[in-house]
C-alpha cells in the first residue's frame, strides 16, 4: 500500500504539470494572436518549464525576440542547453543569443553552506542558485538569509556586466553578545542599625552584639510568581503564531514557484511576489516579537519573582519569622 501510494503521488504531480503546461501554452498562443507578444513569450516559458517542449521553448524563443525581452531570451538560450536541438530551434536559439547577448549579464547567490538564502531582483524572485540573466546596469537585489542564529535581511545595489557572473553573498550577520546580569553590592559589614531603648533604659543596656542566626538583608523581589506564568504563555503564543506565519510564507514562496515566477512577469506572479515579501516581513517581526518576550520573561524570572523562600519576613528554613524575631544579645 506505501509502495503504492509513493508511486501514485509523483504520478499525479506530473499529471498536474502537464495540464498547467496545457493551459500556459493555449493562453500564449491567444496572447500571441492578438501581438502581446512579451506576454506570449513568458507564457510560453512557463509552458516549457511544467512540461519541457522543443515546440514551446522555440515558440517563446520567437516571442521574445519580437517583445525585445533580452533577459527572458538569454535565459531561454541556457534553458536550450538540456538537450540536443533539432534544426529549427538552433535557428532560434543563435538568433537570440546575437541579438541579446551584449545586452546581458548574470547574477548568481552565493549562499553559506549552513545557511538557505532567498533573493530577489528589481522584486522578481530569483529560485536555486544558477545564475540569473538581467540586463546591463544597475539592479536592486533584496536577500534573506536564515541561518542557526537567526534570520537577516539586507538590500543593496549592483551594477551588472556582461562578463564575468556577478556573485552576491550574504554580508556577515552581526552576532550579538549577551549581557551581563548585573552583579549585586556587596553585603554591608556593618550591623543593622539599634533600635531604640526602651524608655528608662540605661546607656549600659545597648546591645553589645547581633545574634549569629539572624537574617540578612538581600535585594528584594517584588513580581508574584503568576506574573512569570503570564510571560512565559505569551512568549508560546506568539511563538505558535511566528511558526503558523512561517508555513504561510514557505506556501507562498512554493506558489510562486509552482508559477514559474522566476522568468515569467505577469500580473499573477507580481501579486504572489507582493504577497510573499508582506508574509516575510510579518514572520521577521513576529520573529523578533518571541524573542523580545522571551528574554524580558526570563530577566523577569531570574531577578524579580518571589518563589516561596524569597517572601519578605521568610527565614532560610522556610518558617515565616514572628514579630520580636530579631534577637540581641546583652
Known amino acids: 500500500m506505501i509502495a503504492a501510494l509513493s508511486l501514485a503521488a509523483p504520478a499525479a504531480r506530473a499529471d498536474g504539470d502537464r495540464a498547467r503546461a496545457r493551459e500556459a501554452y493555449d493562453r500564449a498562443l491567444a496572447e500571441h494572436r492578438a501581438g502581446r507578444f512579451a506576454e506570449a513569450a513568458t507564457d510560453f516559458a512557463l509552458a516549457d518549464h511544467l512540461a519541457p517542449s522543443p515546440i514551446a521553448l522555440r515558440a517563446a524563443i520567437d516571442d521574445a525576440i519580437r517583445a525585445d525581452d533580452a533577459a527572458l531570451g538569454m535565459d531561454l538560450v541556457e534553458r536550450s542547453k538540456r538537450a540536443p536541438l533539432d534544426a529549427a530551434l538552433a535557428a532560434k536559439v543563435d538568433a537570440a543569443r546575437k541579438k ?106 545597648a546591645p553589645l552584639a547581633l545574634r549569629a542566626d539572624a537574617p540578612r538583608t538581600s535585594t528584594p523581589r517584588v513580581l508574584p510568581p503568576w506574573v512569570l506564568w503570564i510571560g512565559a504563555g505569551a512568549t508560546a503564543a506568539i511563538g505558535g503564531v511566528t511558526v503558523w506565519s512561517g508555513v504561510d510564507t514557505s506556501q507562498k514562496h512554493d506558489d510562486f514557484a509552482a508559477q514559474d515566477c522566476a522568468a515569467a512577469g505577469s500580473v ?57 524575631a530579631w534577637k540581641f544579645e546583652f
Not at 548574470?106 to 549562499?111: A, D, G, K, Q, Y
Not at 556577515?172 to 559589614?189: E, I, Q, R
Open 100 to 205: 541579446f547577448r551584449a545586452r546581458c549579464g548574470s547574477i548568481r547567490v552565493v549562499c553559506p553552506a549552513d545557511a538557505t538564502c532567498q533573493a530577489t531582483i528589481d522584486g522578481r524572485a530569483i529560485e536555486g542558485r544558477d545564475p540569473a540573466w538581467v540586463t546591463v546596469g544597475s539592479h536592486a537585489v533584496a536577500l534573506t538569509t536564515t541561518t542557526p542564529a537567526g534570520v537577516f535581511t539586507e538590500q543593496r545595489t549592483v551594477d551588472v556586466a556582461t562578463d564575468p557572473v556577478l556573485d552576491v553573498a550574504p554580508e556577515t550577520p552581526p552576532v550579538a553578545t549577551p549581557m551581563a546580569p548585573a552583579k549585586a553590592p556587596p553585603p554591608s559589614t556593618l550591623p543593622p542599625a539599634s533600635p531604640p531603648a526602651p524608655p528608662g533604659a540605661s546607656a549600659s543596656s
Open 268 to 324: 499573477t506572479c507580481h501579486r504572489l511576489a507582493t504577497d510573499g515579501r508582506d508574509a516575510e516581513t510579518r514572520t521577521n517581526v513576529l520573529l523578533a516579537g518571541t524573542a523580545v518576550v522571551g528574554v524580558a520573561t526570563i530577566v523577569a524570572g531570574v531577578f524579580f519573582t518571589r518563589f516561596g523562600d524569597d517572601r519578605p519576613g521568610t527565614s532560610a528554613r522556610g518558617q515565616a519569622a514572628a514579630p520580636g
